[in-house]
């Protein structure tokens, strides 16, 4: 992407693996809009080169000597904020990990593969992230990393509704974890019938589904090829597959499957909000939340022409104002929201329609 920045982002590299760091430097440093300032094999290293040579992104591996990668970030994020992507193995300790870090402050998180040297397979994604991260709004990440309570703990959970069978389809990325937290912790137990799609690694998405379980009460999982939807069920899109709804009938279910990236994600939220627009039409709410790119933009604007409403998070509560804005520039939006008024005019809109008796009202 030459010329997406004023100048190149400069980046420091913090990992124990002198070949991990090699290989990152000369692939990074291939990017016209990435220069590689230096590289640091402990968080103690990278400390005084933070200081030295002022990087705007960090990358950071979990597993180090000395101190480990969250401990560094929690304390980065307290006295020197700055976007970091994490790099965080494969492993299920590595997800939880990962979901730890985004709570920490991190921008990104992305899967470490196995051996060094295939570190080159993950390259392109790295070099999107950083980009990503180099566009974050980090103050509102500080914030959020040095909060004792979740911002929202004093927000009560919605009031029960009696739903019909709108579906609500949510799709987010950058901030996307934090942003669907605060959204999904209010619905309550009947909430309407959810669709999640948040670009996230592969295996990380089980532990995120299930971190949102808890804090829920609505019961939500990492969906599985043939699920049904119903009043109370969130289904989050596996990492690696795309989710699409389909109908049976008078009931919903979702398939989950491969097939091509669409804007380098899979999964896509374009590619379940187009299925939304094509089977639920005006019985479905479109958001798109935080995120980097144009993923999401169409599908939004085919659940709009479909009959959906659709909302969008606005500039001022987005991490990256970029998903968002493109689907205002493409006039798929009827409403822009700050993150925690968006609970609400879901459930206004679905209390609206019910009274009317109309599910295809605006």
Do not use: W
């Not at 992230?129 to 919605?158: F, N, W």
């Not at 209010?186 to 971190?211: D, K, N, W």
């Not at 009274?355 to 009202?361: K, M, R, V, Y």
């Amino acid at each position: 992407m030459p010329g997406t920045f004023s100048r190149p982002i400069r980046v420091l590299i913090v990992d124990d693996s002198a070949i991990v760091r090699q290989i990152l430097t000369r692939e990074l440093n291939s990017d016209p809009d990435i220069e590689v300032v230096g590289s640091a094999p402990d968080p103690f290293i990278a400390r005084d080169k933070i200081v030295r040579l002022n990087p705007d992104v960090i990358t950071l591996d979990i597993e180090m000597p000395r101190m480990d990668g969250l401990t560094f970030l929690r304390k980065l994020m307290k006295h020197h904020p700055m976007p970091v992507v994490v790099l965080s193995s494969l492993a299920p300790e590595g997800s939880e990990n990962a979901l730890q870090a985004l709570s920490l402050g991190a921008v990104e998180v992305m899967s470490k593969p196995g051996g060094p040297y295939s570190v080159e397979e993950v390259v392109f994604q790295l070099k999107e992230k950083i980009k990503a991260a180099a566009l974050a709004d980090v103050a509102r990440l500080a914030a959020r990393a040095s909060e004792d309570q979740p911002e929202d703990a004093a927000l009560p959970p919605l009031p029960p509704l009696r739903t019909t069978v709108k579906i609500v389809a949510i799709g987010a990325s950058t901030g996307g974890t934090e942003a669907i937290r605060r959204i999904i912790r209010r619905f309550p137990a009947g909430g309407p019938p959810t669709l999640i799609v948040q670009h996230m690694p592969e295996m990380f998405t089980r532990s995120f589904a299930s971190s949102l379980d808890n804090i829920s009460q609505m019961d939500v999982r990492e969906a599985s090829d043939g699920d049904y939807l119903r009043p109370g069920l969130a289904l989050l899109a596996p990492g690696n597959r795309h989710m699409v709804l389909r109908r049976s009938g008078a009931r919903y279910y979702v398939r989950v499957k491969d097939g091509p990236m669409v804007h380098h994600q899979r999964p896509s939220v374009d590619v379940l909000f187009h299925s939304v627009a094509r089977y639920a039409g005006p019985n479905a709410i479109g958001v798109i939340l935080t995120g980097m790119g144009e993923d999401g933009a169409a599908g939004l604007r085919a659940m709009h022409d479909a009959g959906a409403v659709t909302i969008a998070q606005d500039r001022e509560t987005c991490v990256v104002y970029g998903m968002p804005r493109a689907a205002v520039e493409q006039g798929a939006v009827d409403y822009q929201l700050p993150l925690d008024a968006i609970p609400e005019a879901i459930f206004r809109i679905l209390s609206k329609e019910q009274g009317s008796g109309n599910t295809a009202s605006r």
